[in-house]
């Protein structure tokens, strides 16, 4: 019996306004139409888009580039939010939405065709875990971890 090593992943890569992100698979629970999550208030960070119901919970609802501090530009009408599957063990979030402008293609990712990055920055972006090109196509992987840290600290305040 031979143990095979797995050289791929199975991932996404997910269309934003000025950016693409890639994720592994697993991360994603769901894609699902564009829907105006439920407002959230003024007091809120922009990048805070609000709630949405889904599957009978009410999950927070976040603009990765308002995140990074760039605009938030609400999705066309091929926008959707993708479901992703909180990484951590908290009670208050097991699922975050991310507001994405296209439907996500689905990608295998292997030493073949993904490089990283190093891009010449002024500051780190700390919810940036890695620039990467993917067959030739710039991308960033998010730091879930720090994106989850930020929505505890506005989920607390709530």
């Excluded at 190093?118 to 993917?134: G, M």
């Excluded at 960033?140 to 994106?147: A, F, K, Q, T």
Aim: charged share 20%; aromatic share 4%.
């Amino acid at each position: 019996m031979s143990h095979a090593v797995v050289k791929e992943v199975r991932s996404v890569l997910i269309p934003l306004h000025e950016r693409q992100i890639l994720l592994p698979n697993a991360t994603v629970a769901e894609v699902m139409g564009y829907q105006q999550p439920e407002y959230a208030g003024d007091e809120l960070p922009d990048w805070f888009l609000g709630h949405l119901a889904w599957r009978g919970v009410m999950i927070p609802v976040v603009s990765y580039e308002g995140l990074l501090g760039e605009p938030v530009v609400e999705p066309g009408f091929r926008g959707r939010i993708l479901i992703l599957n909180a990484l951590g063990e908290h009670e208050r979030i097991s699922h975050i939405g991310m507001a994405v402008h296209a439907i996500p293609s689905l990608v295998r990712v292997s030493a073949d065709n993904v490089v990283p990055v190093n891009p010449e920055l002024d500051e780190p972006q700390p919810l940036i875990r890695q620039h990467v090109e993917l067959d030739m196509s710039p991308a960033v992987i998010p730091d879930m971890d720090e994106i989850e840290r930020q929505v505890l600290s506005v989920i607390e305040e709530l």
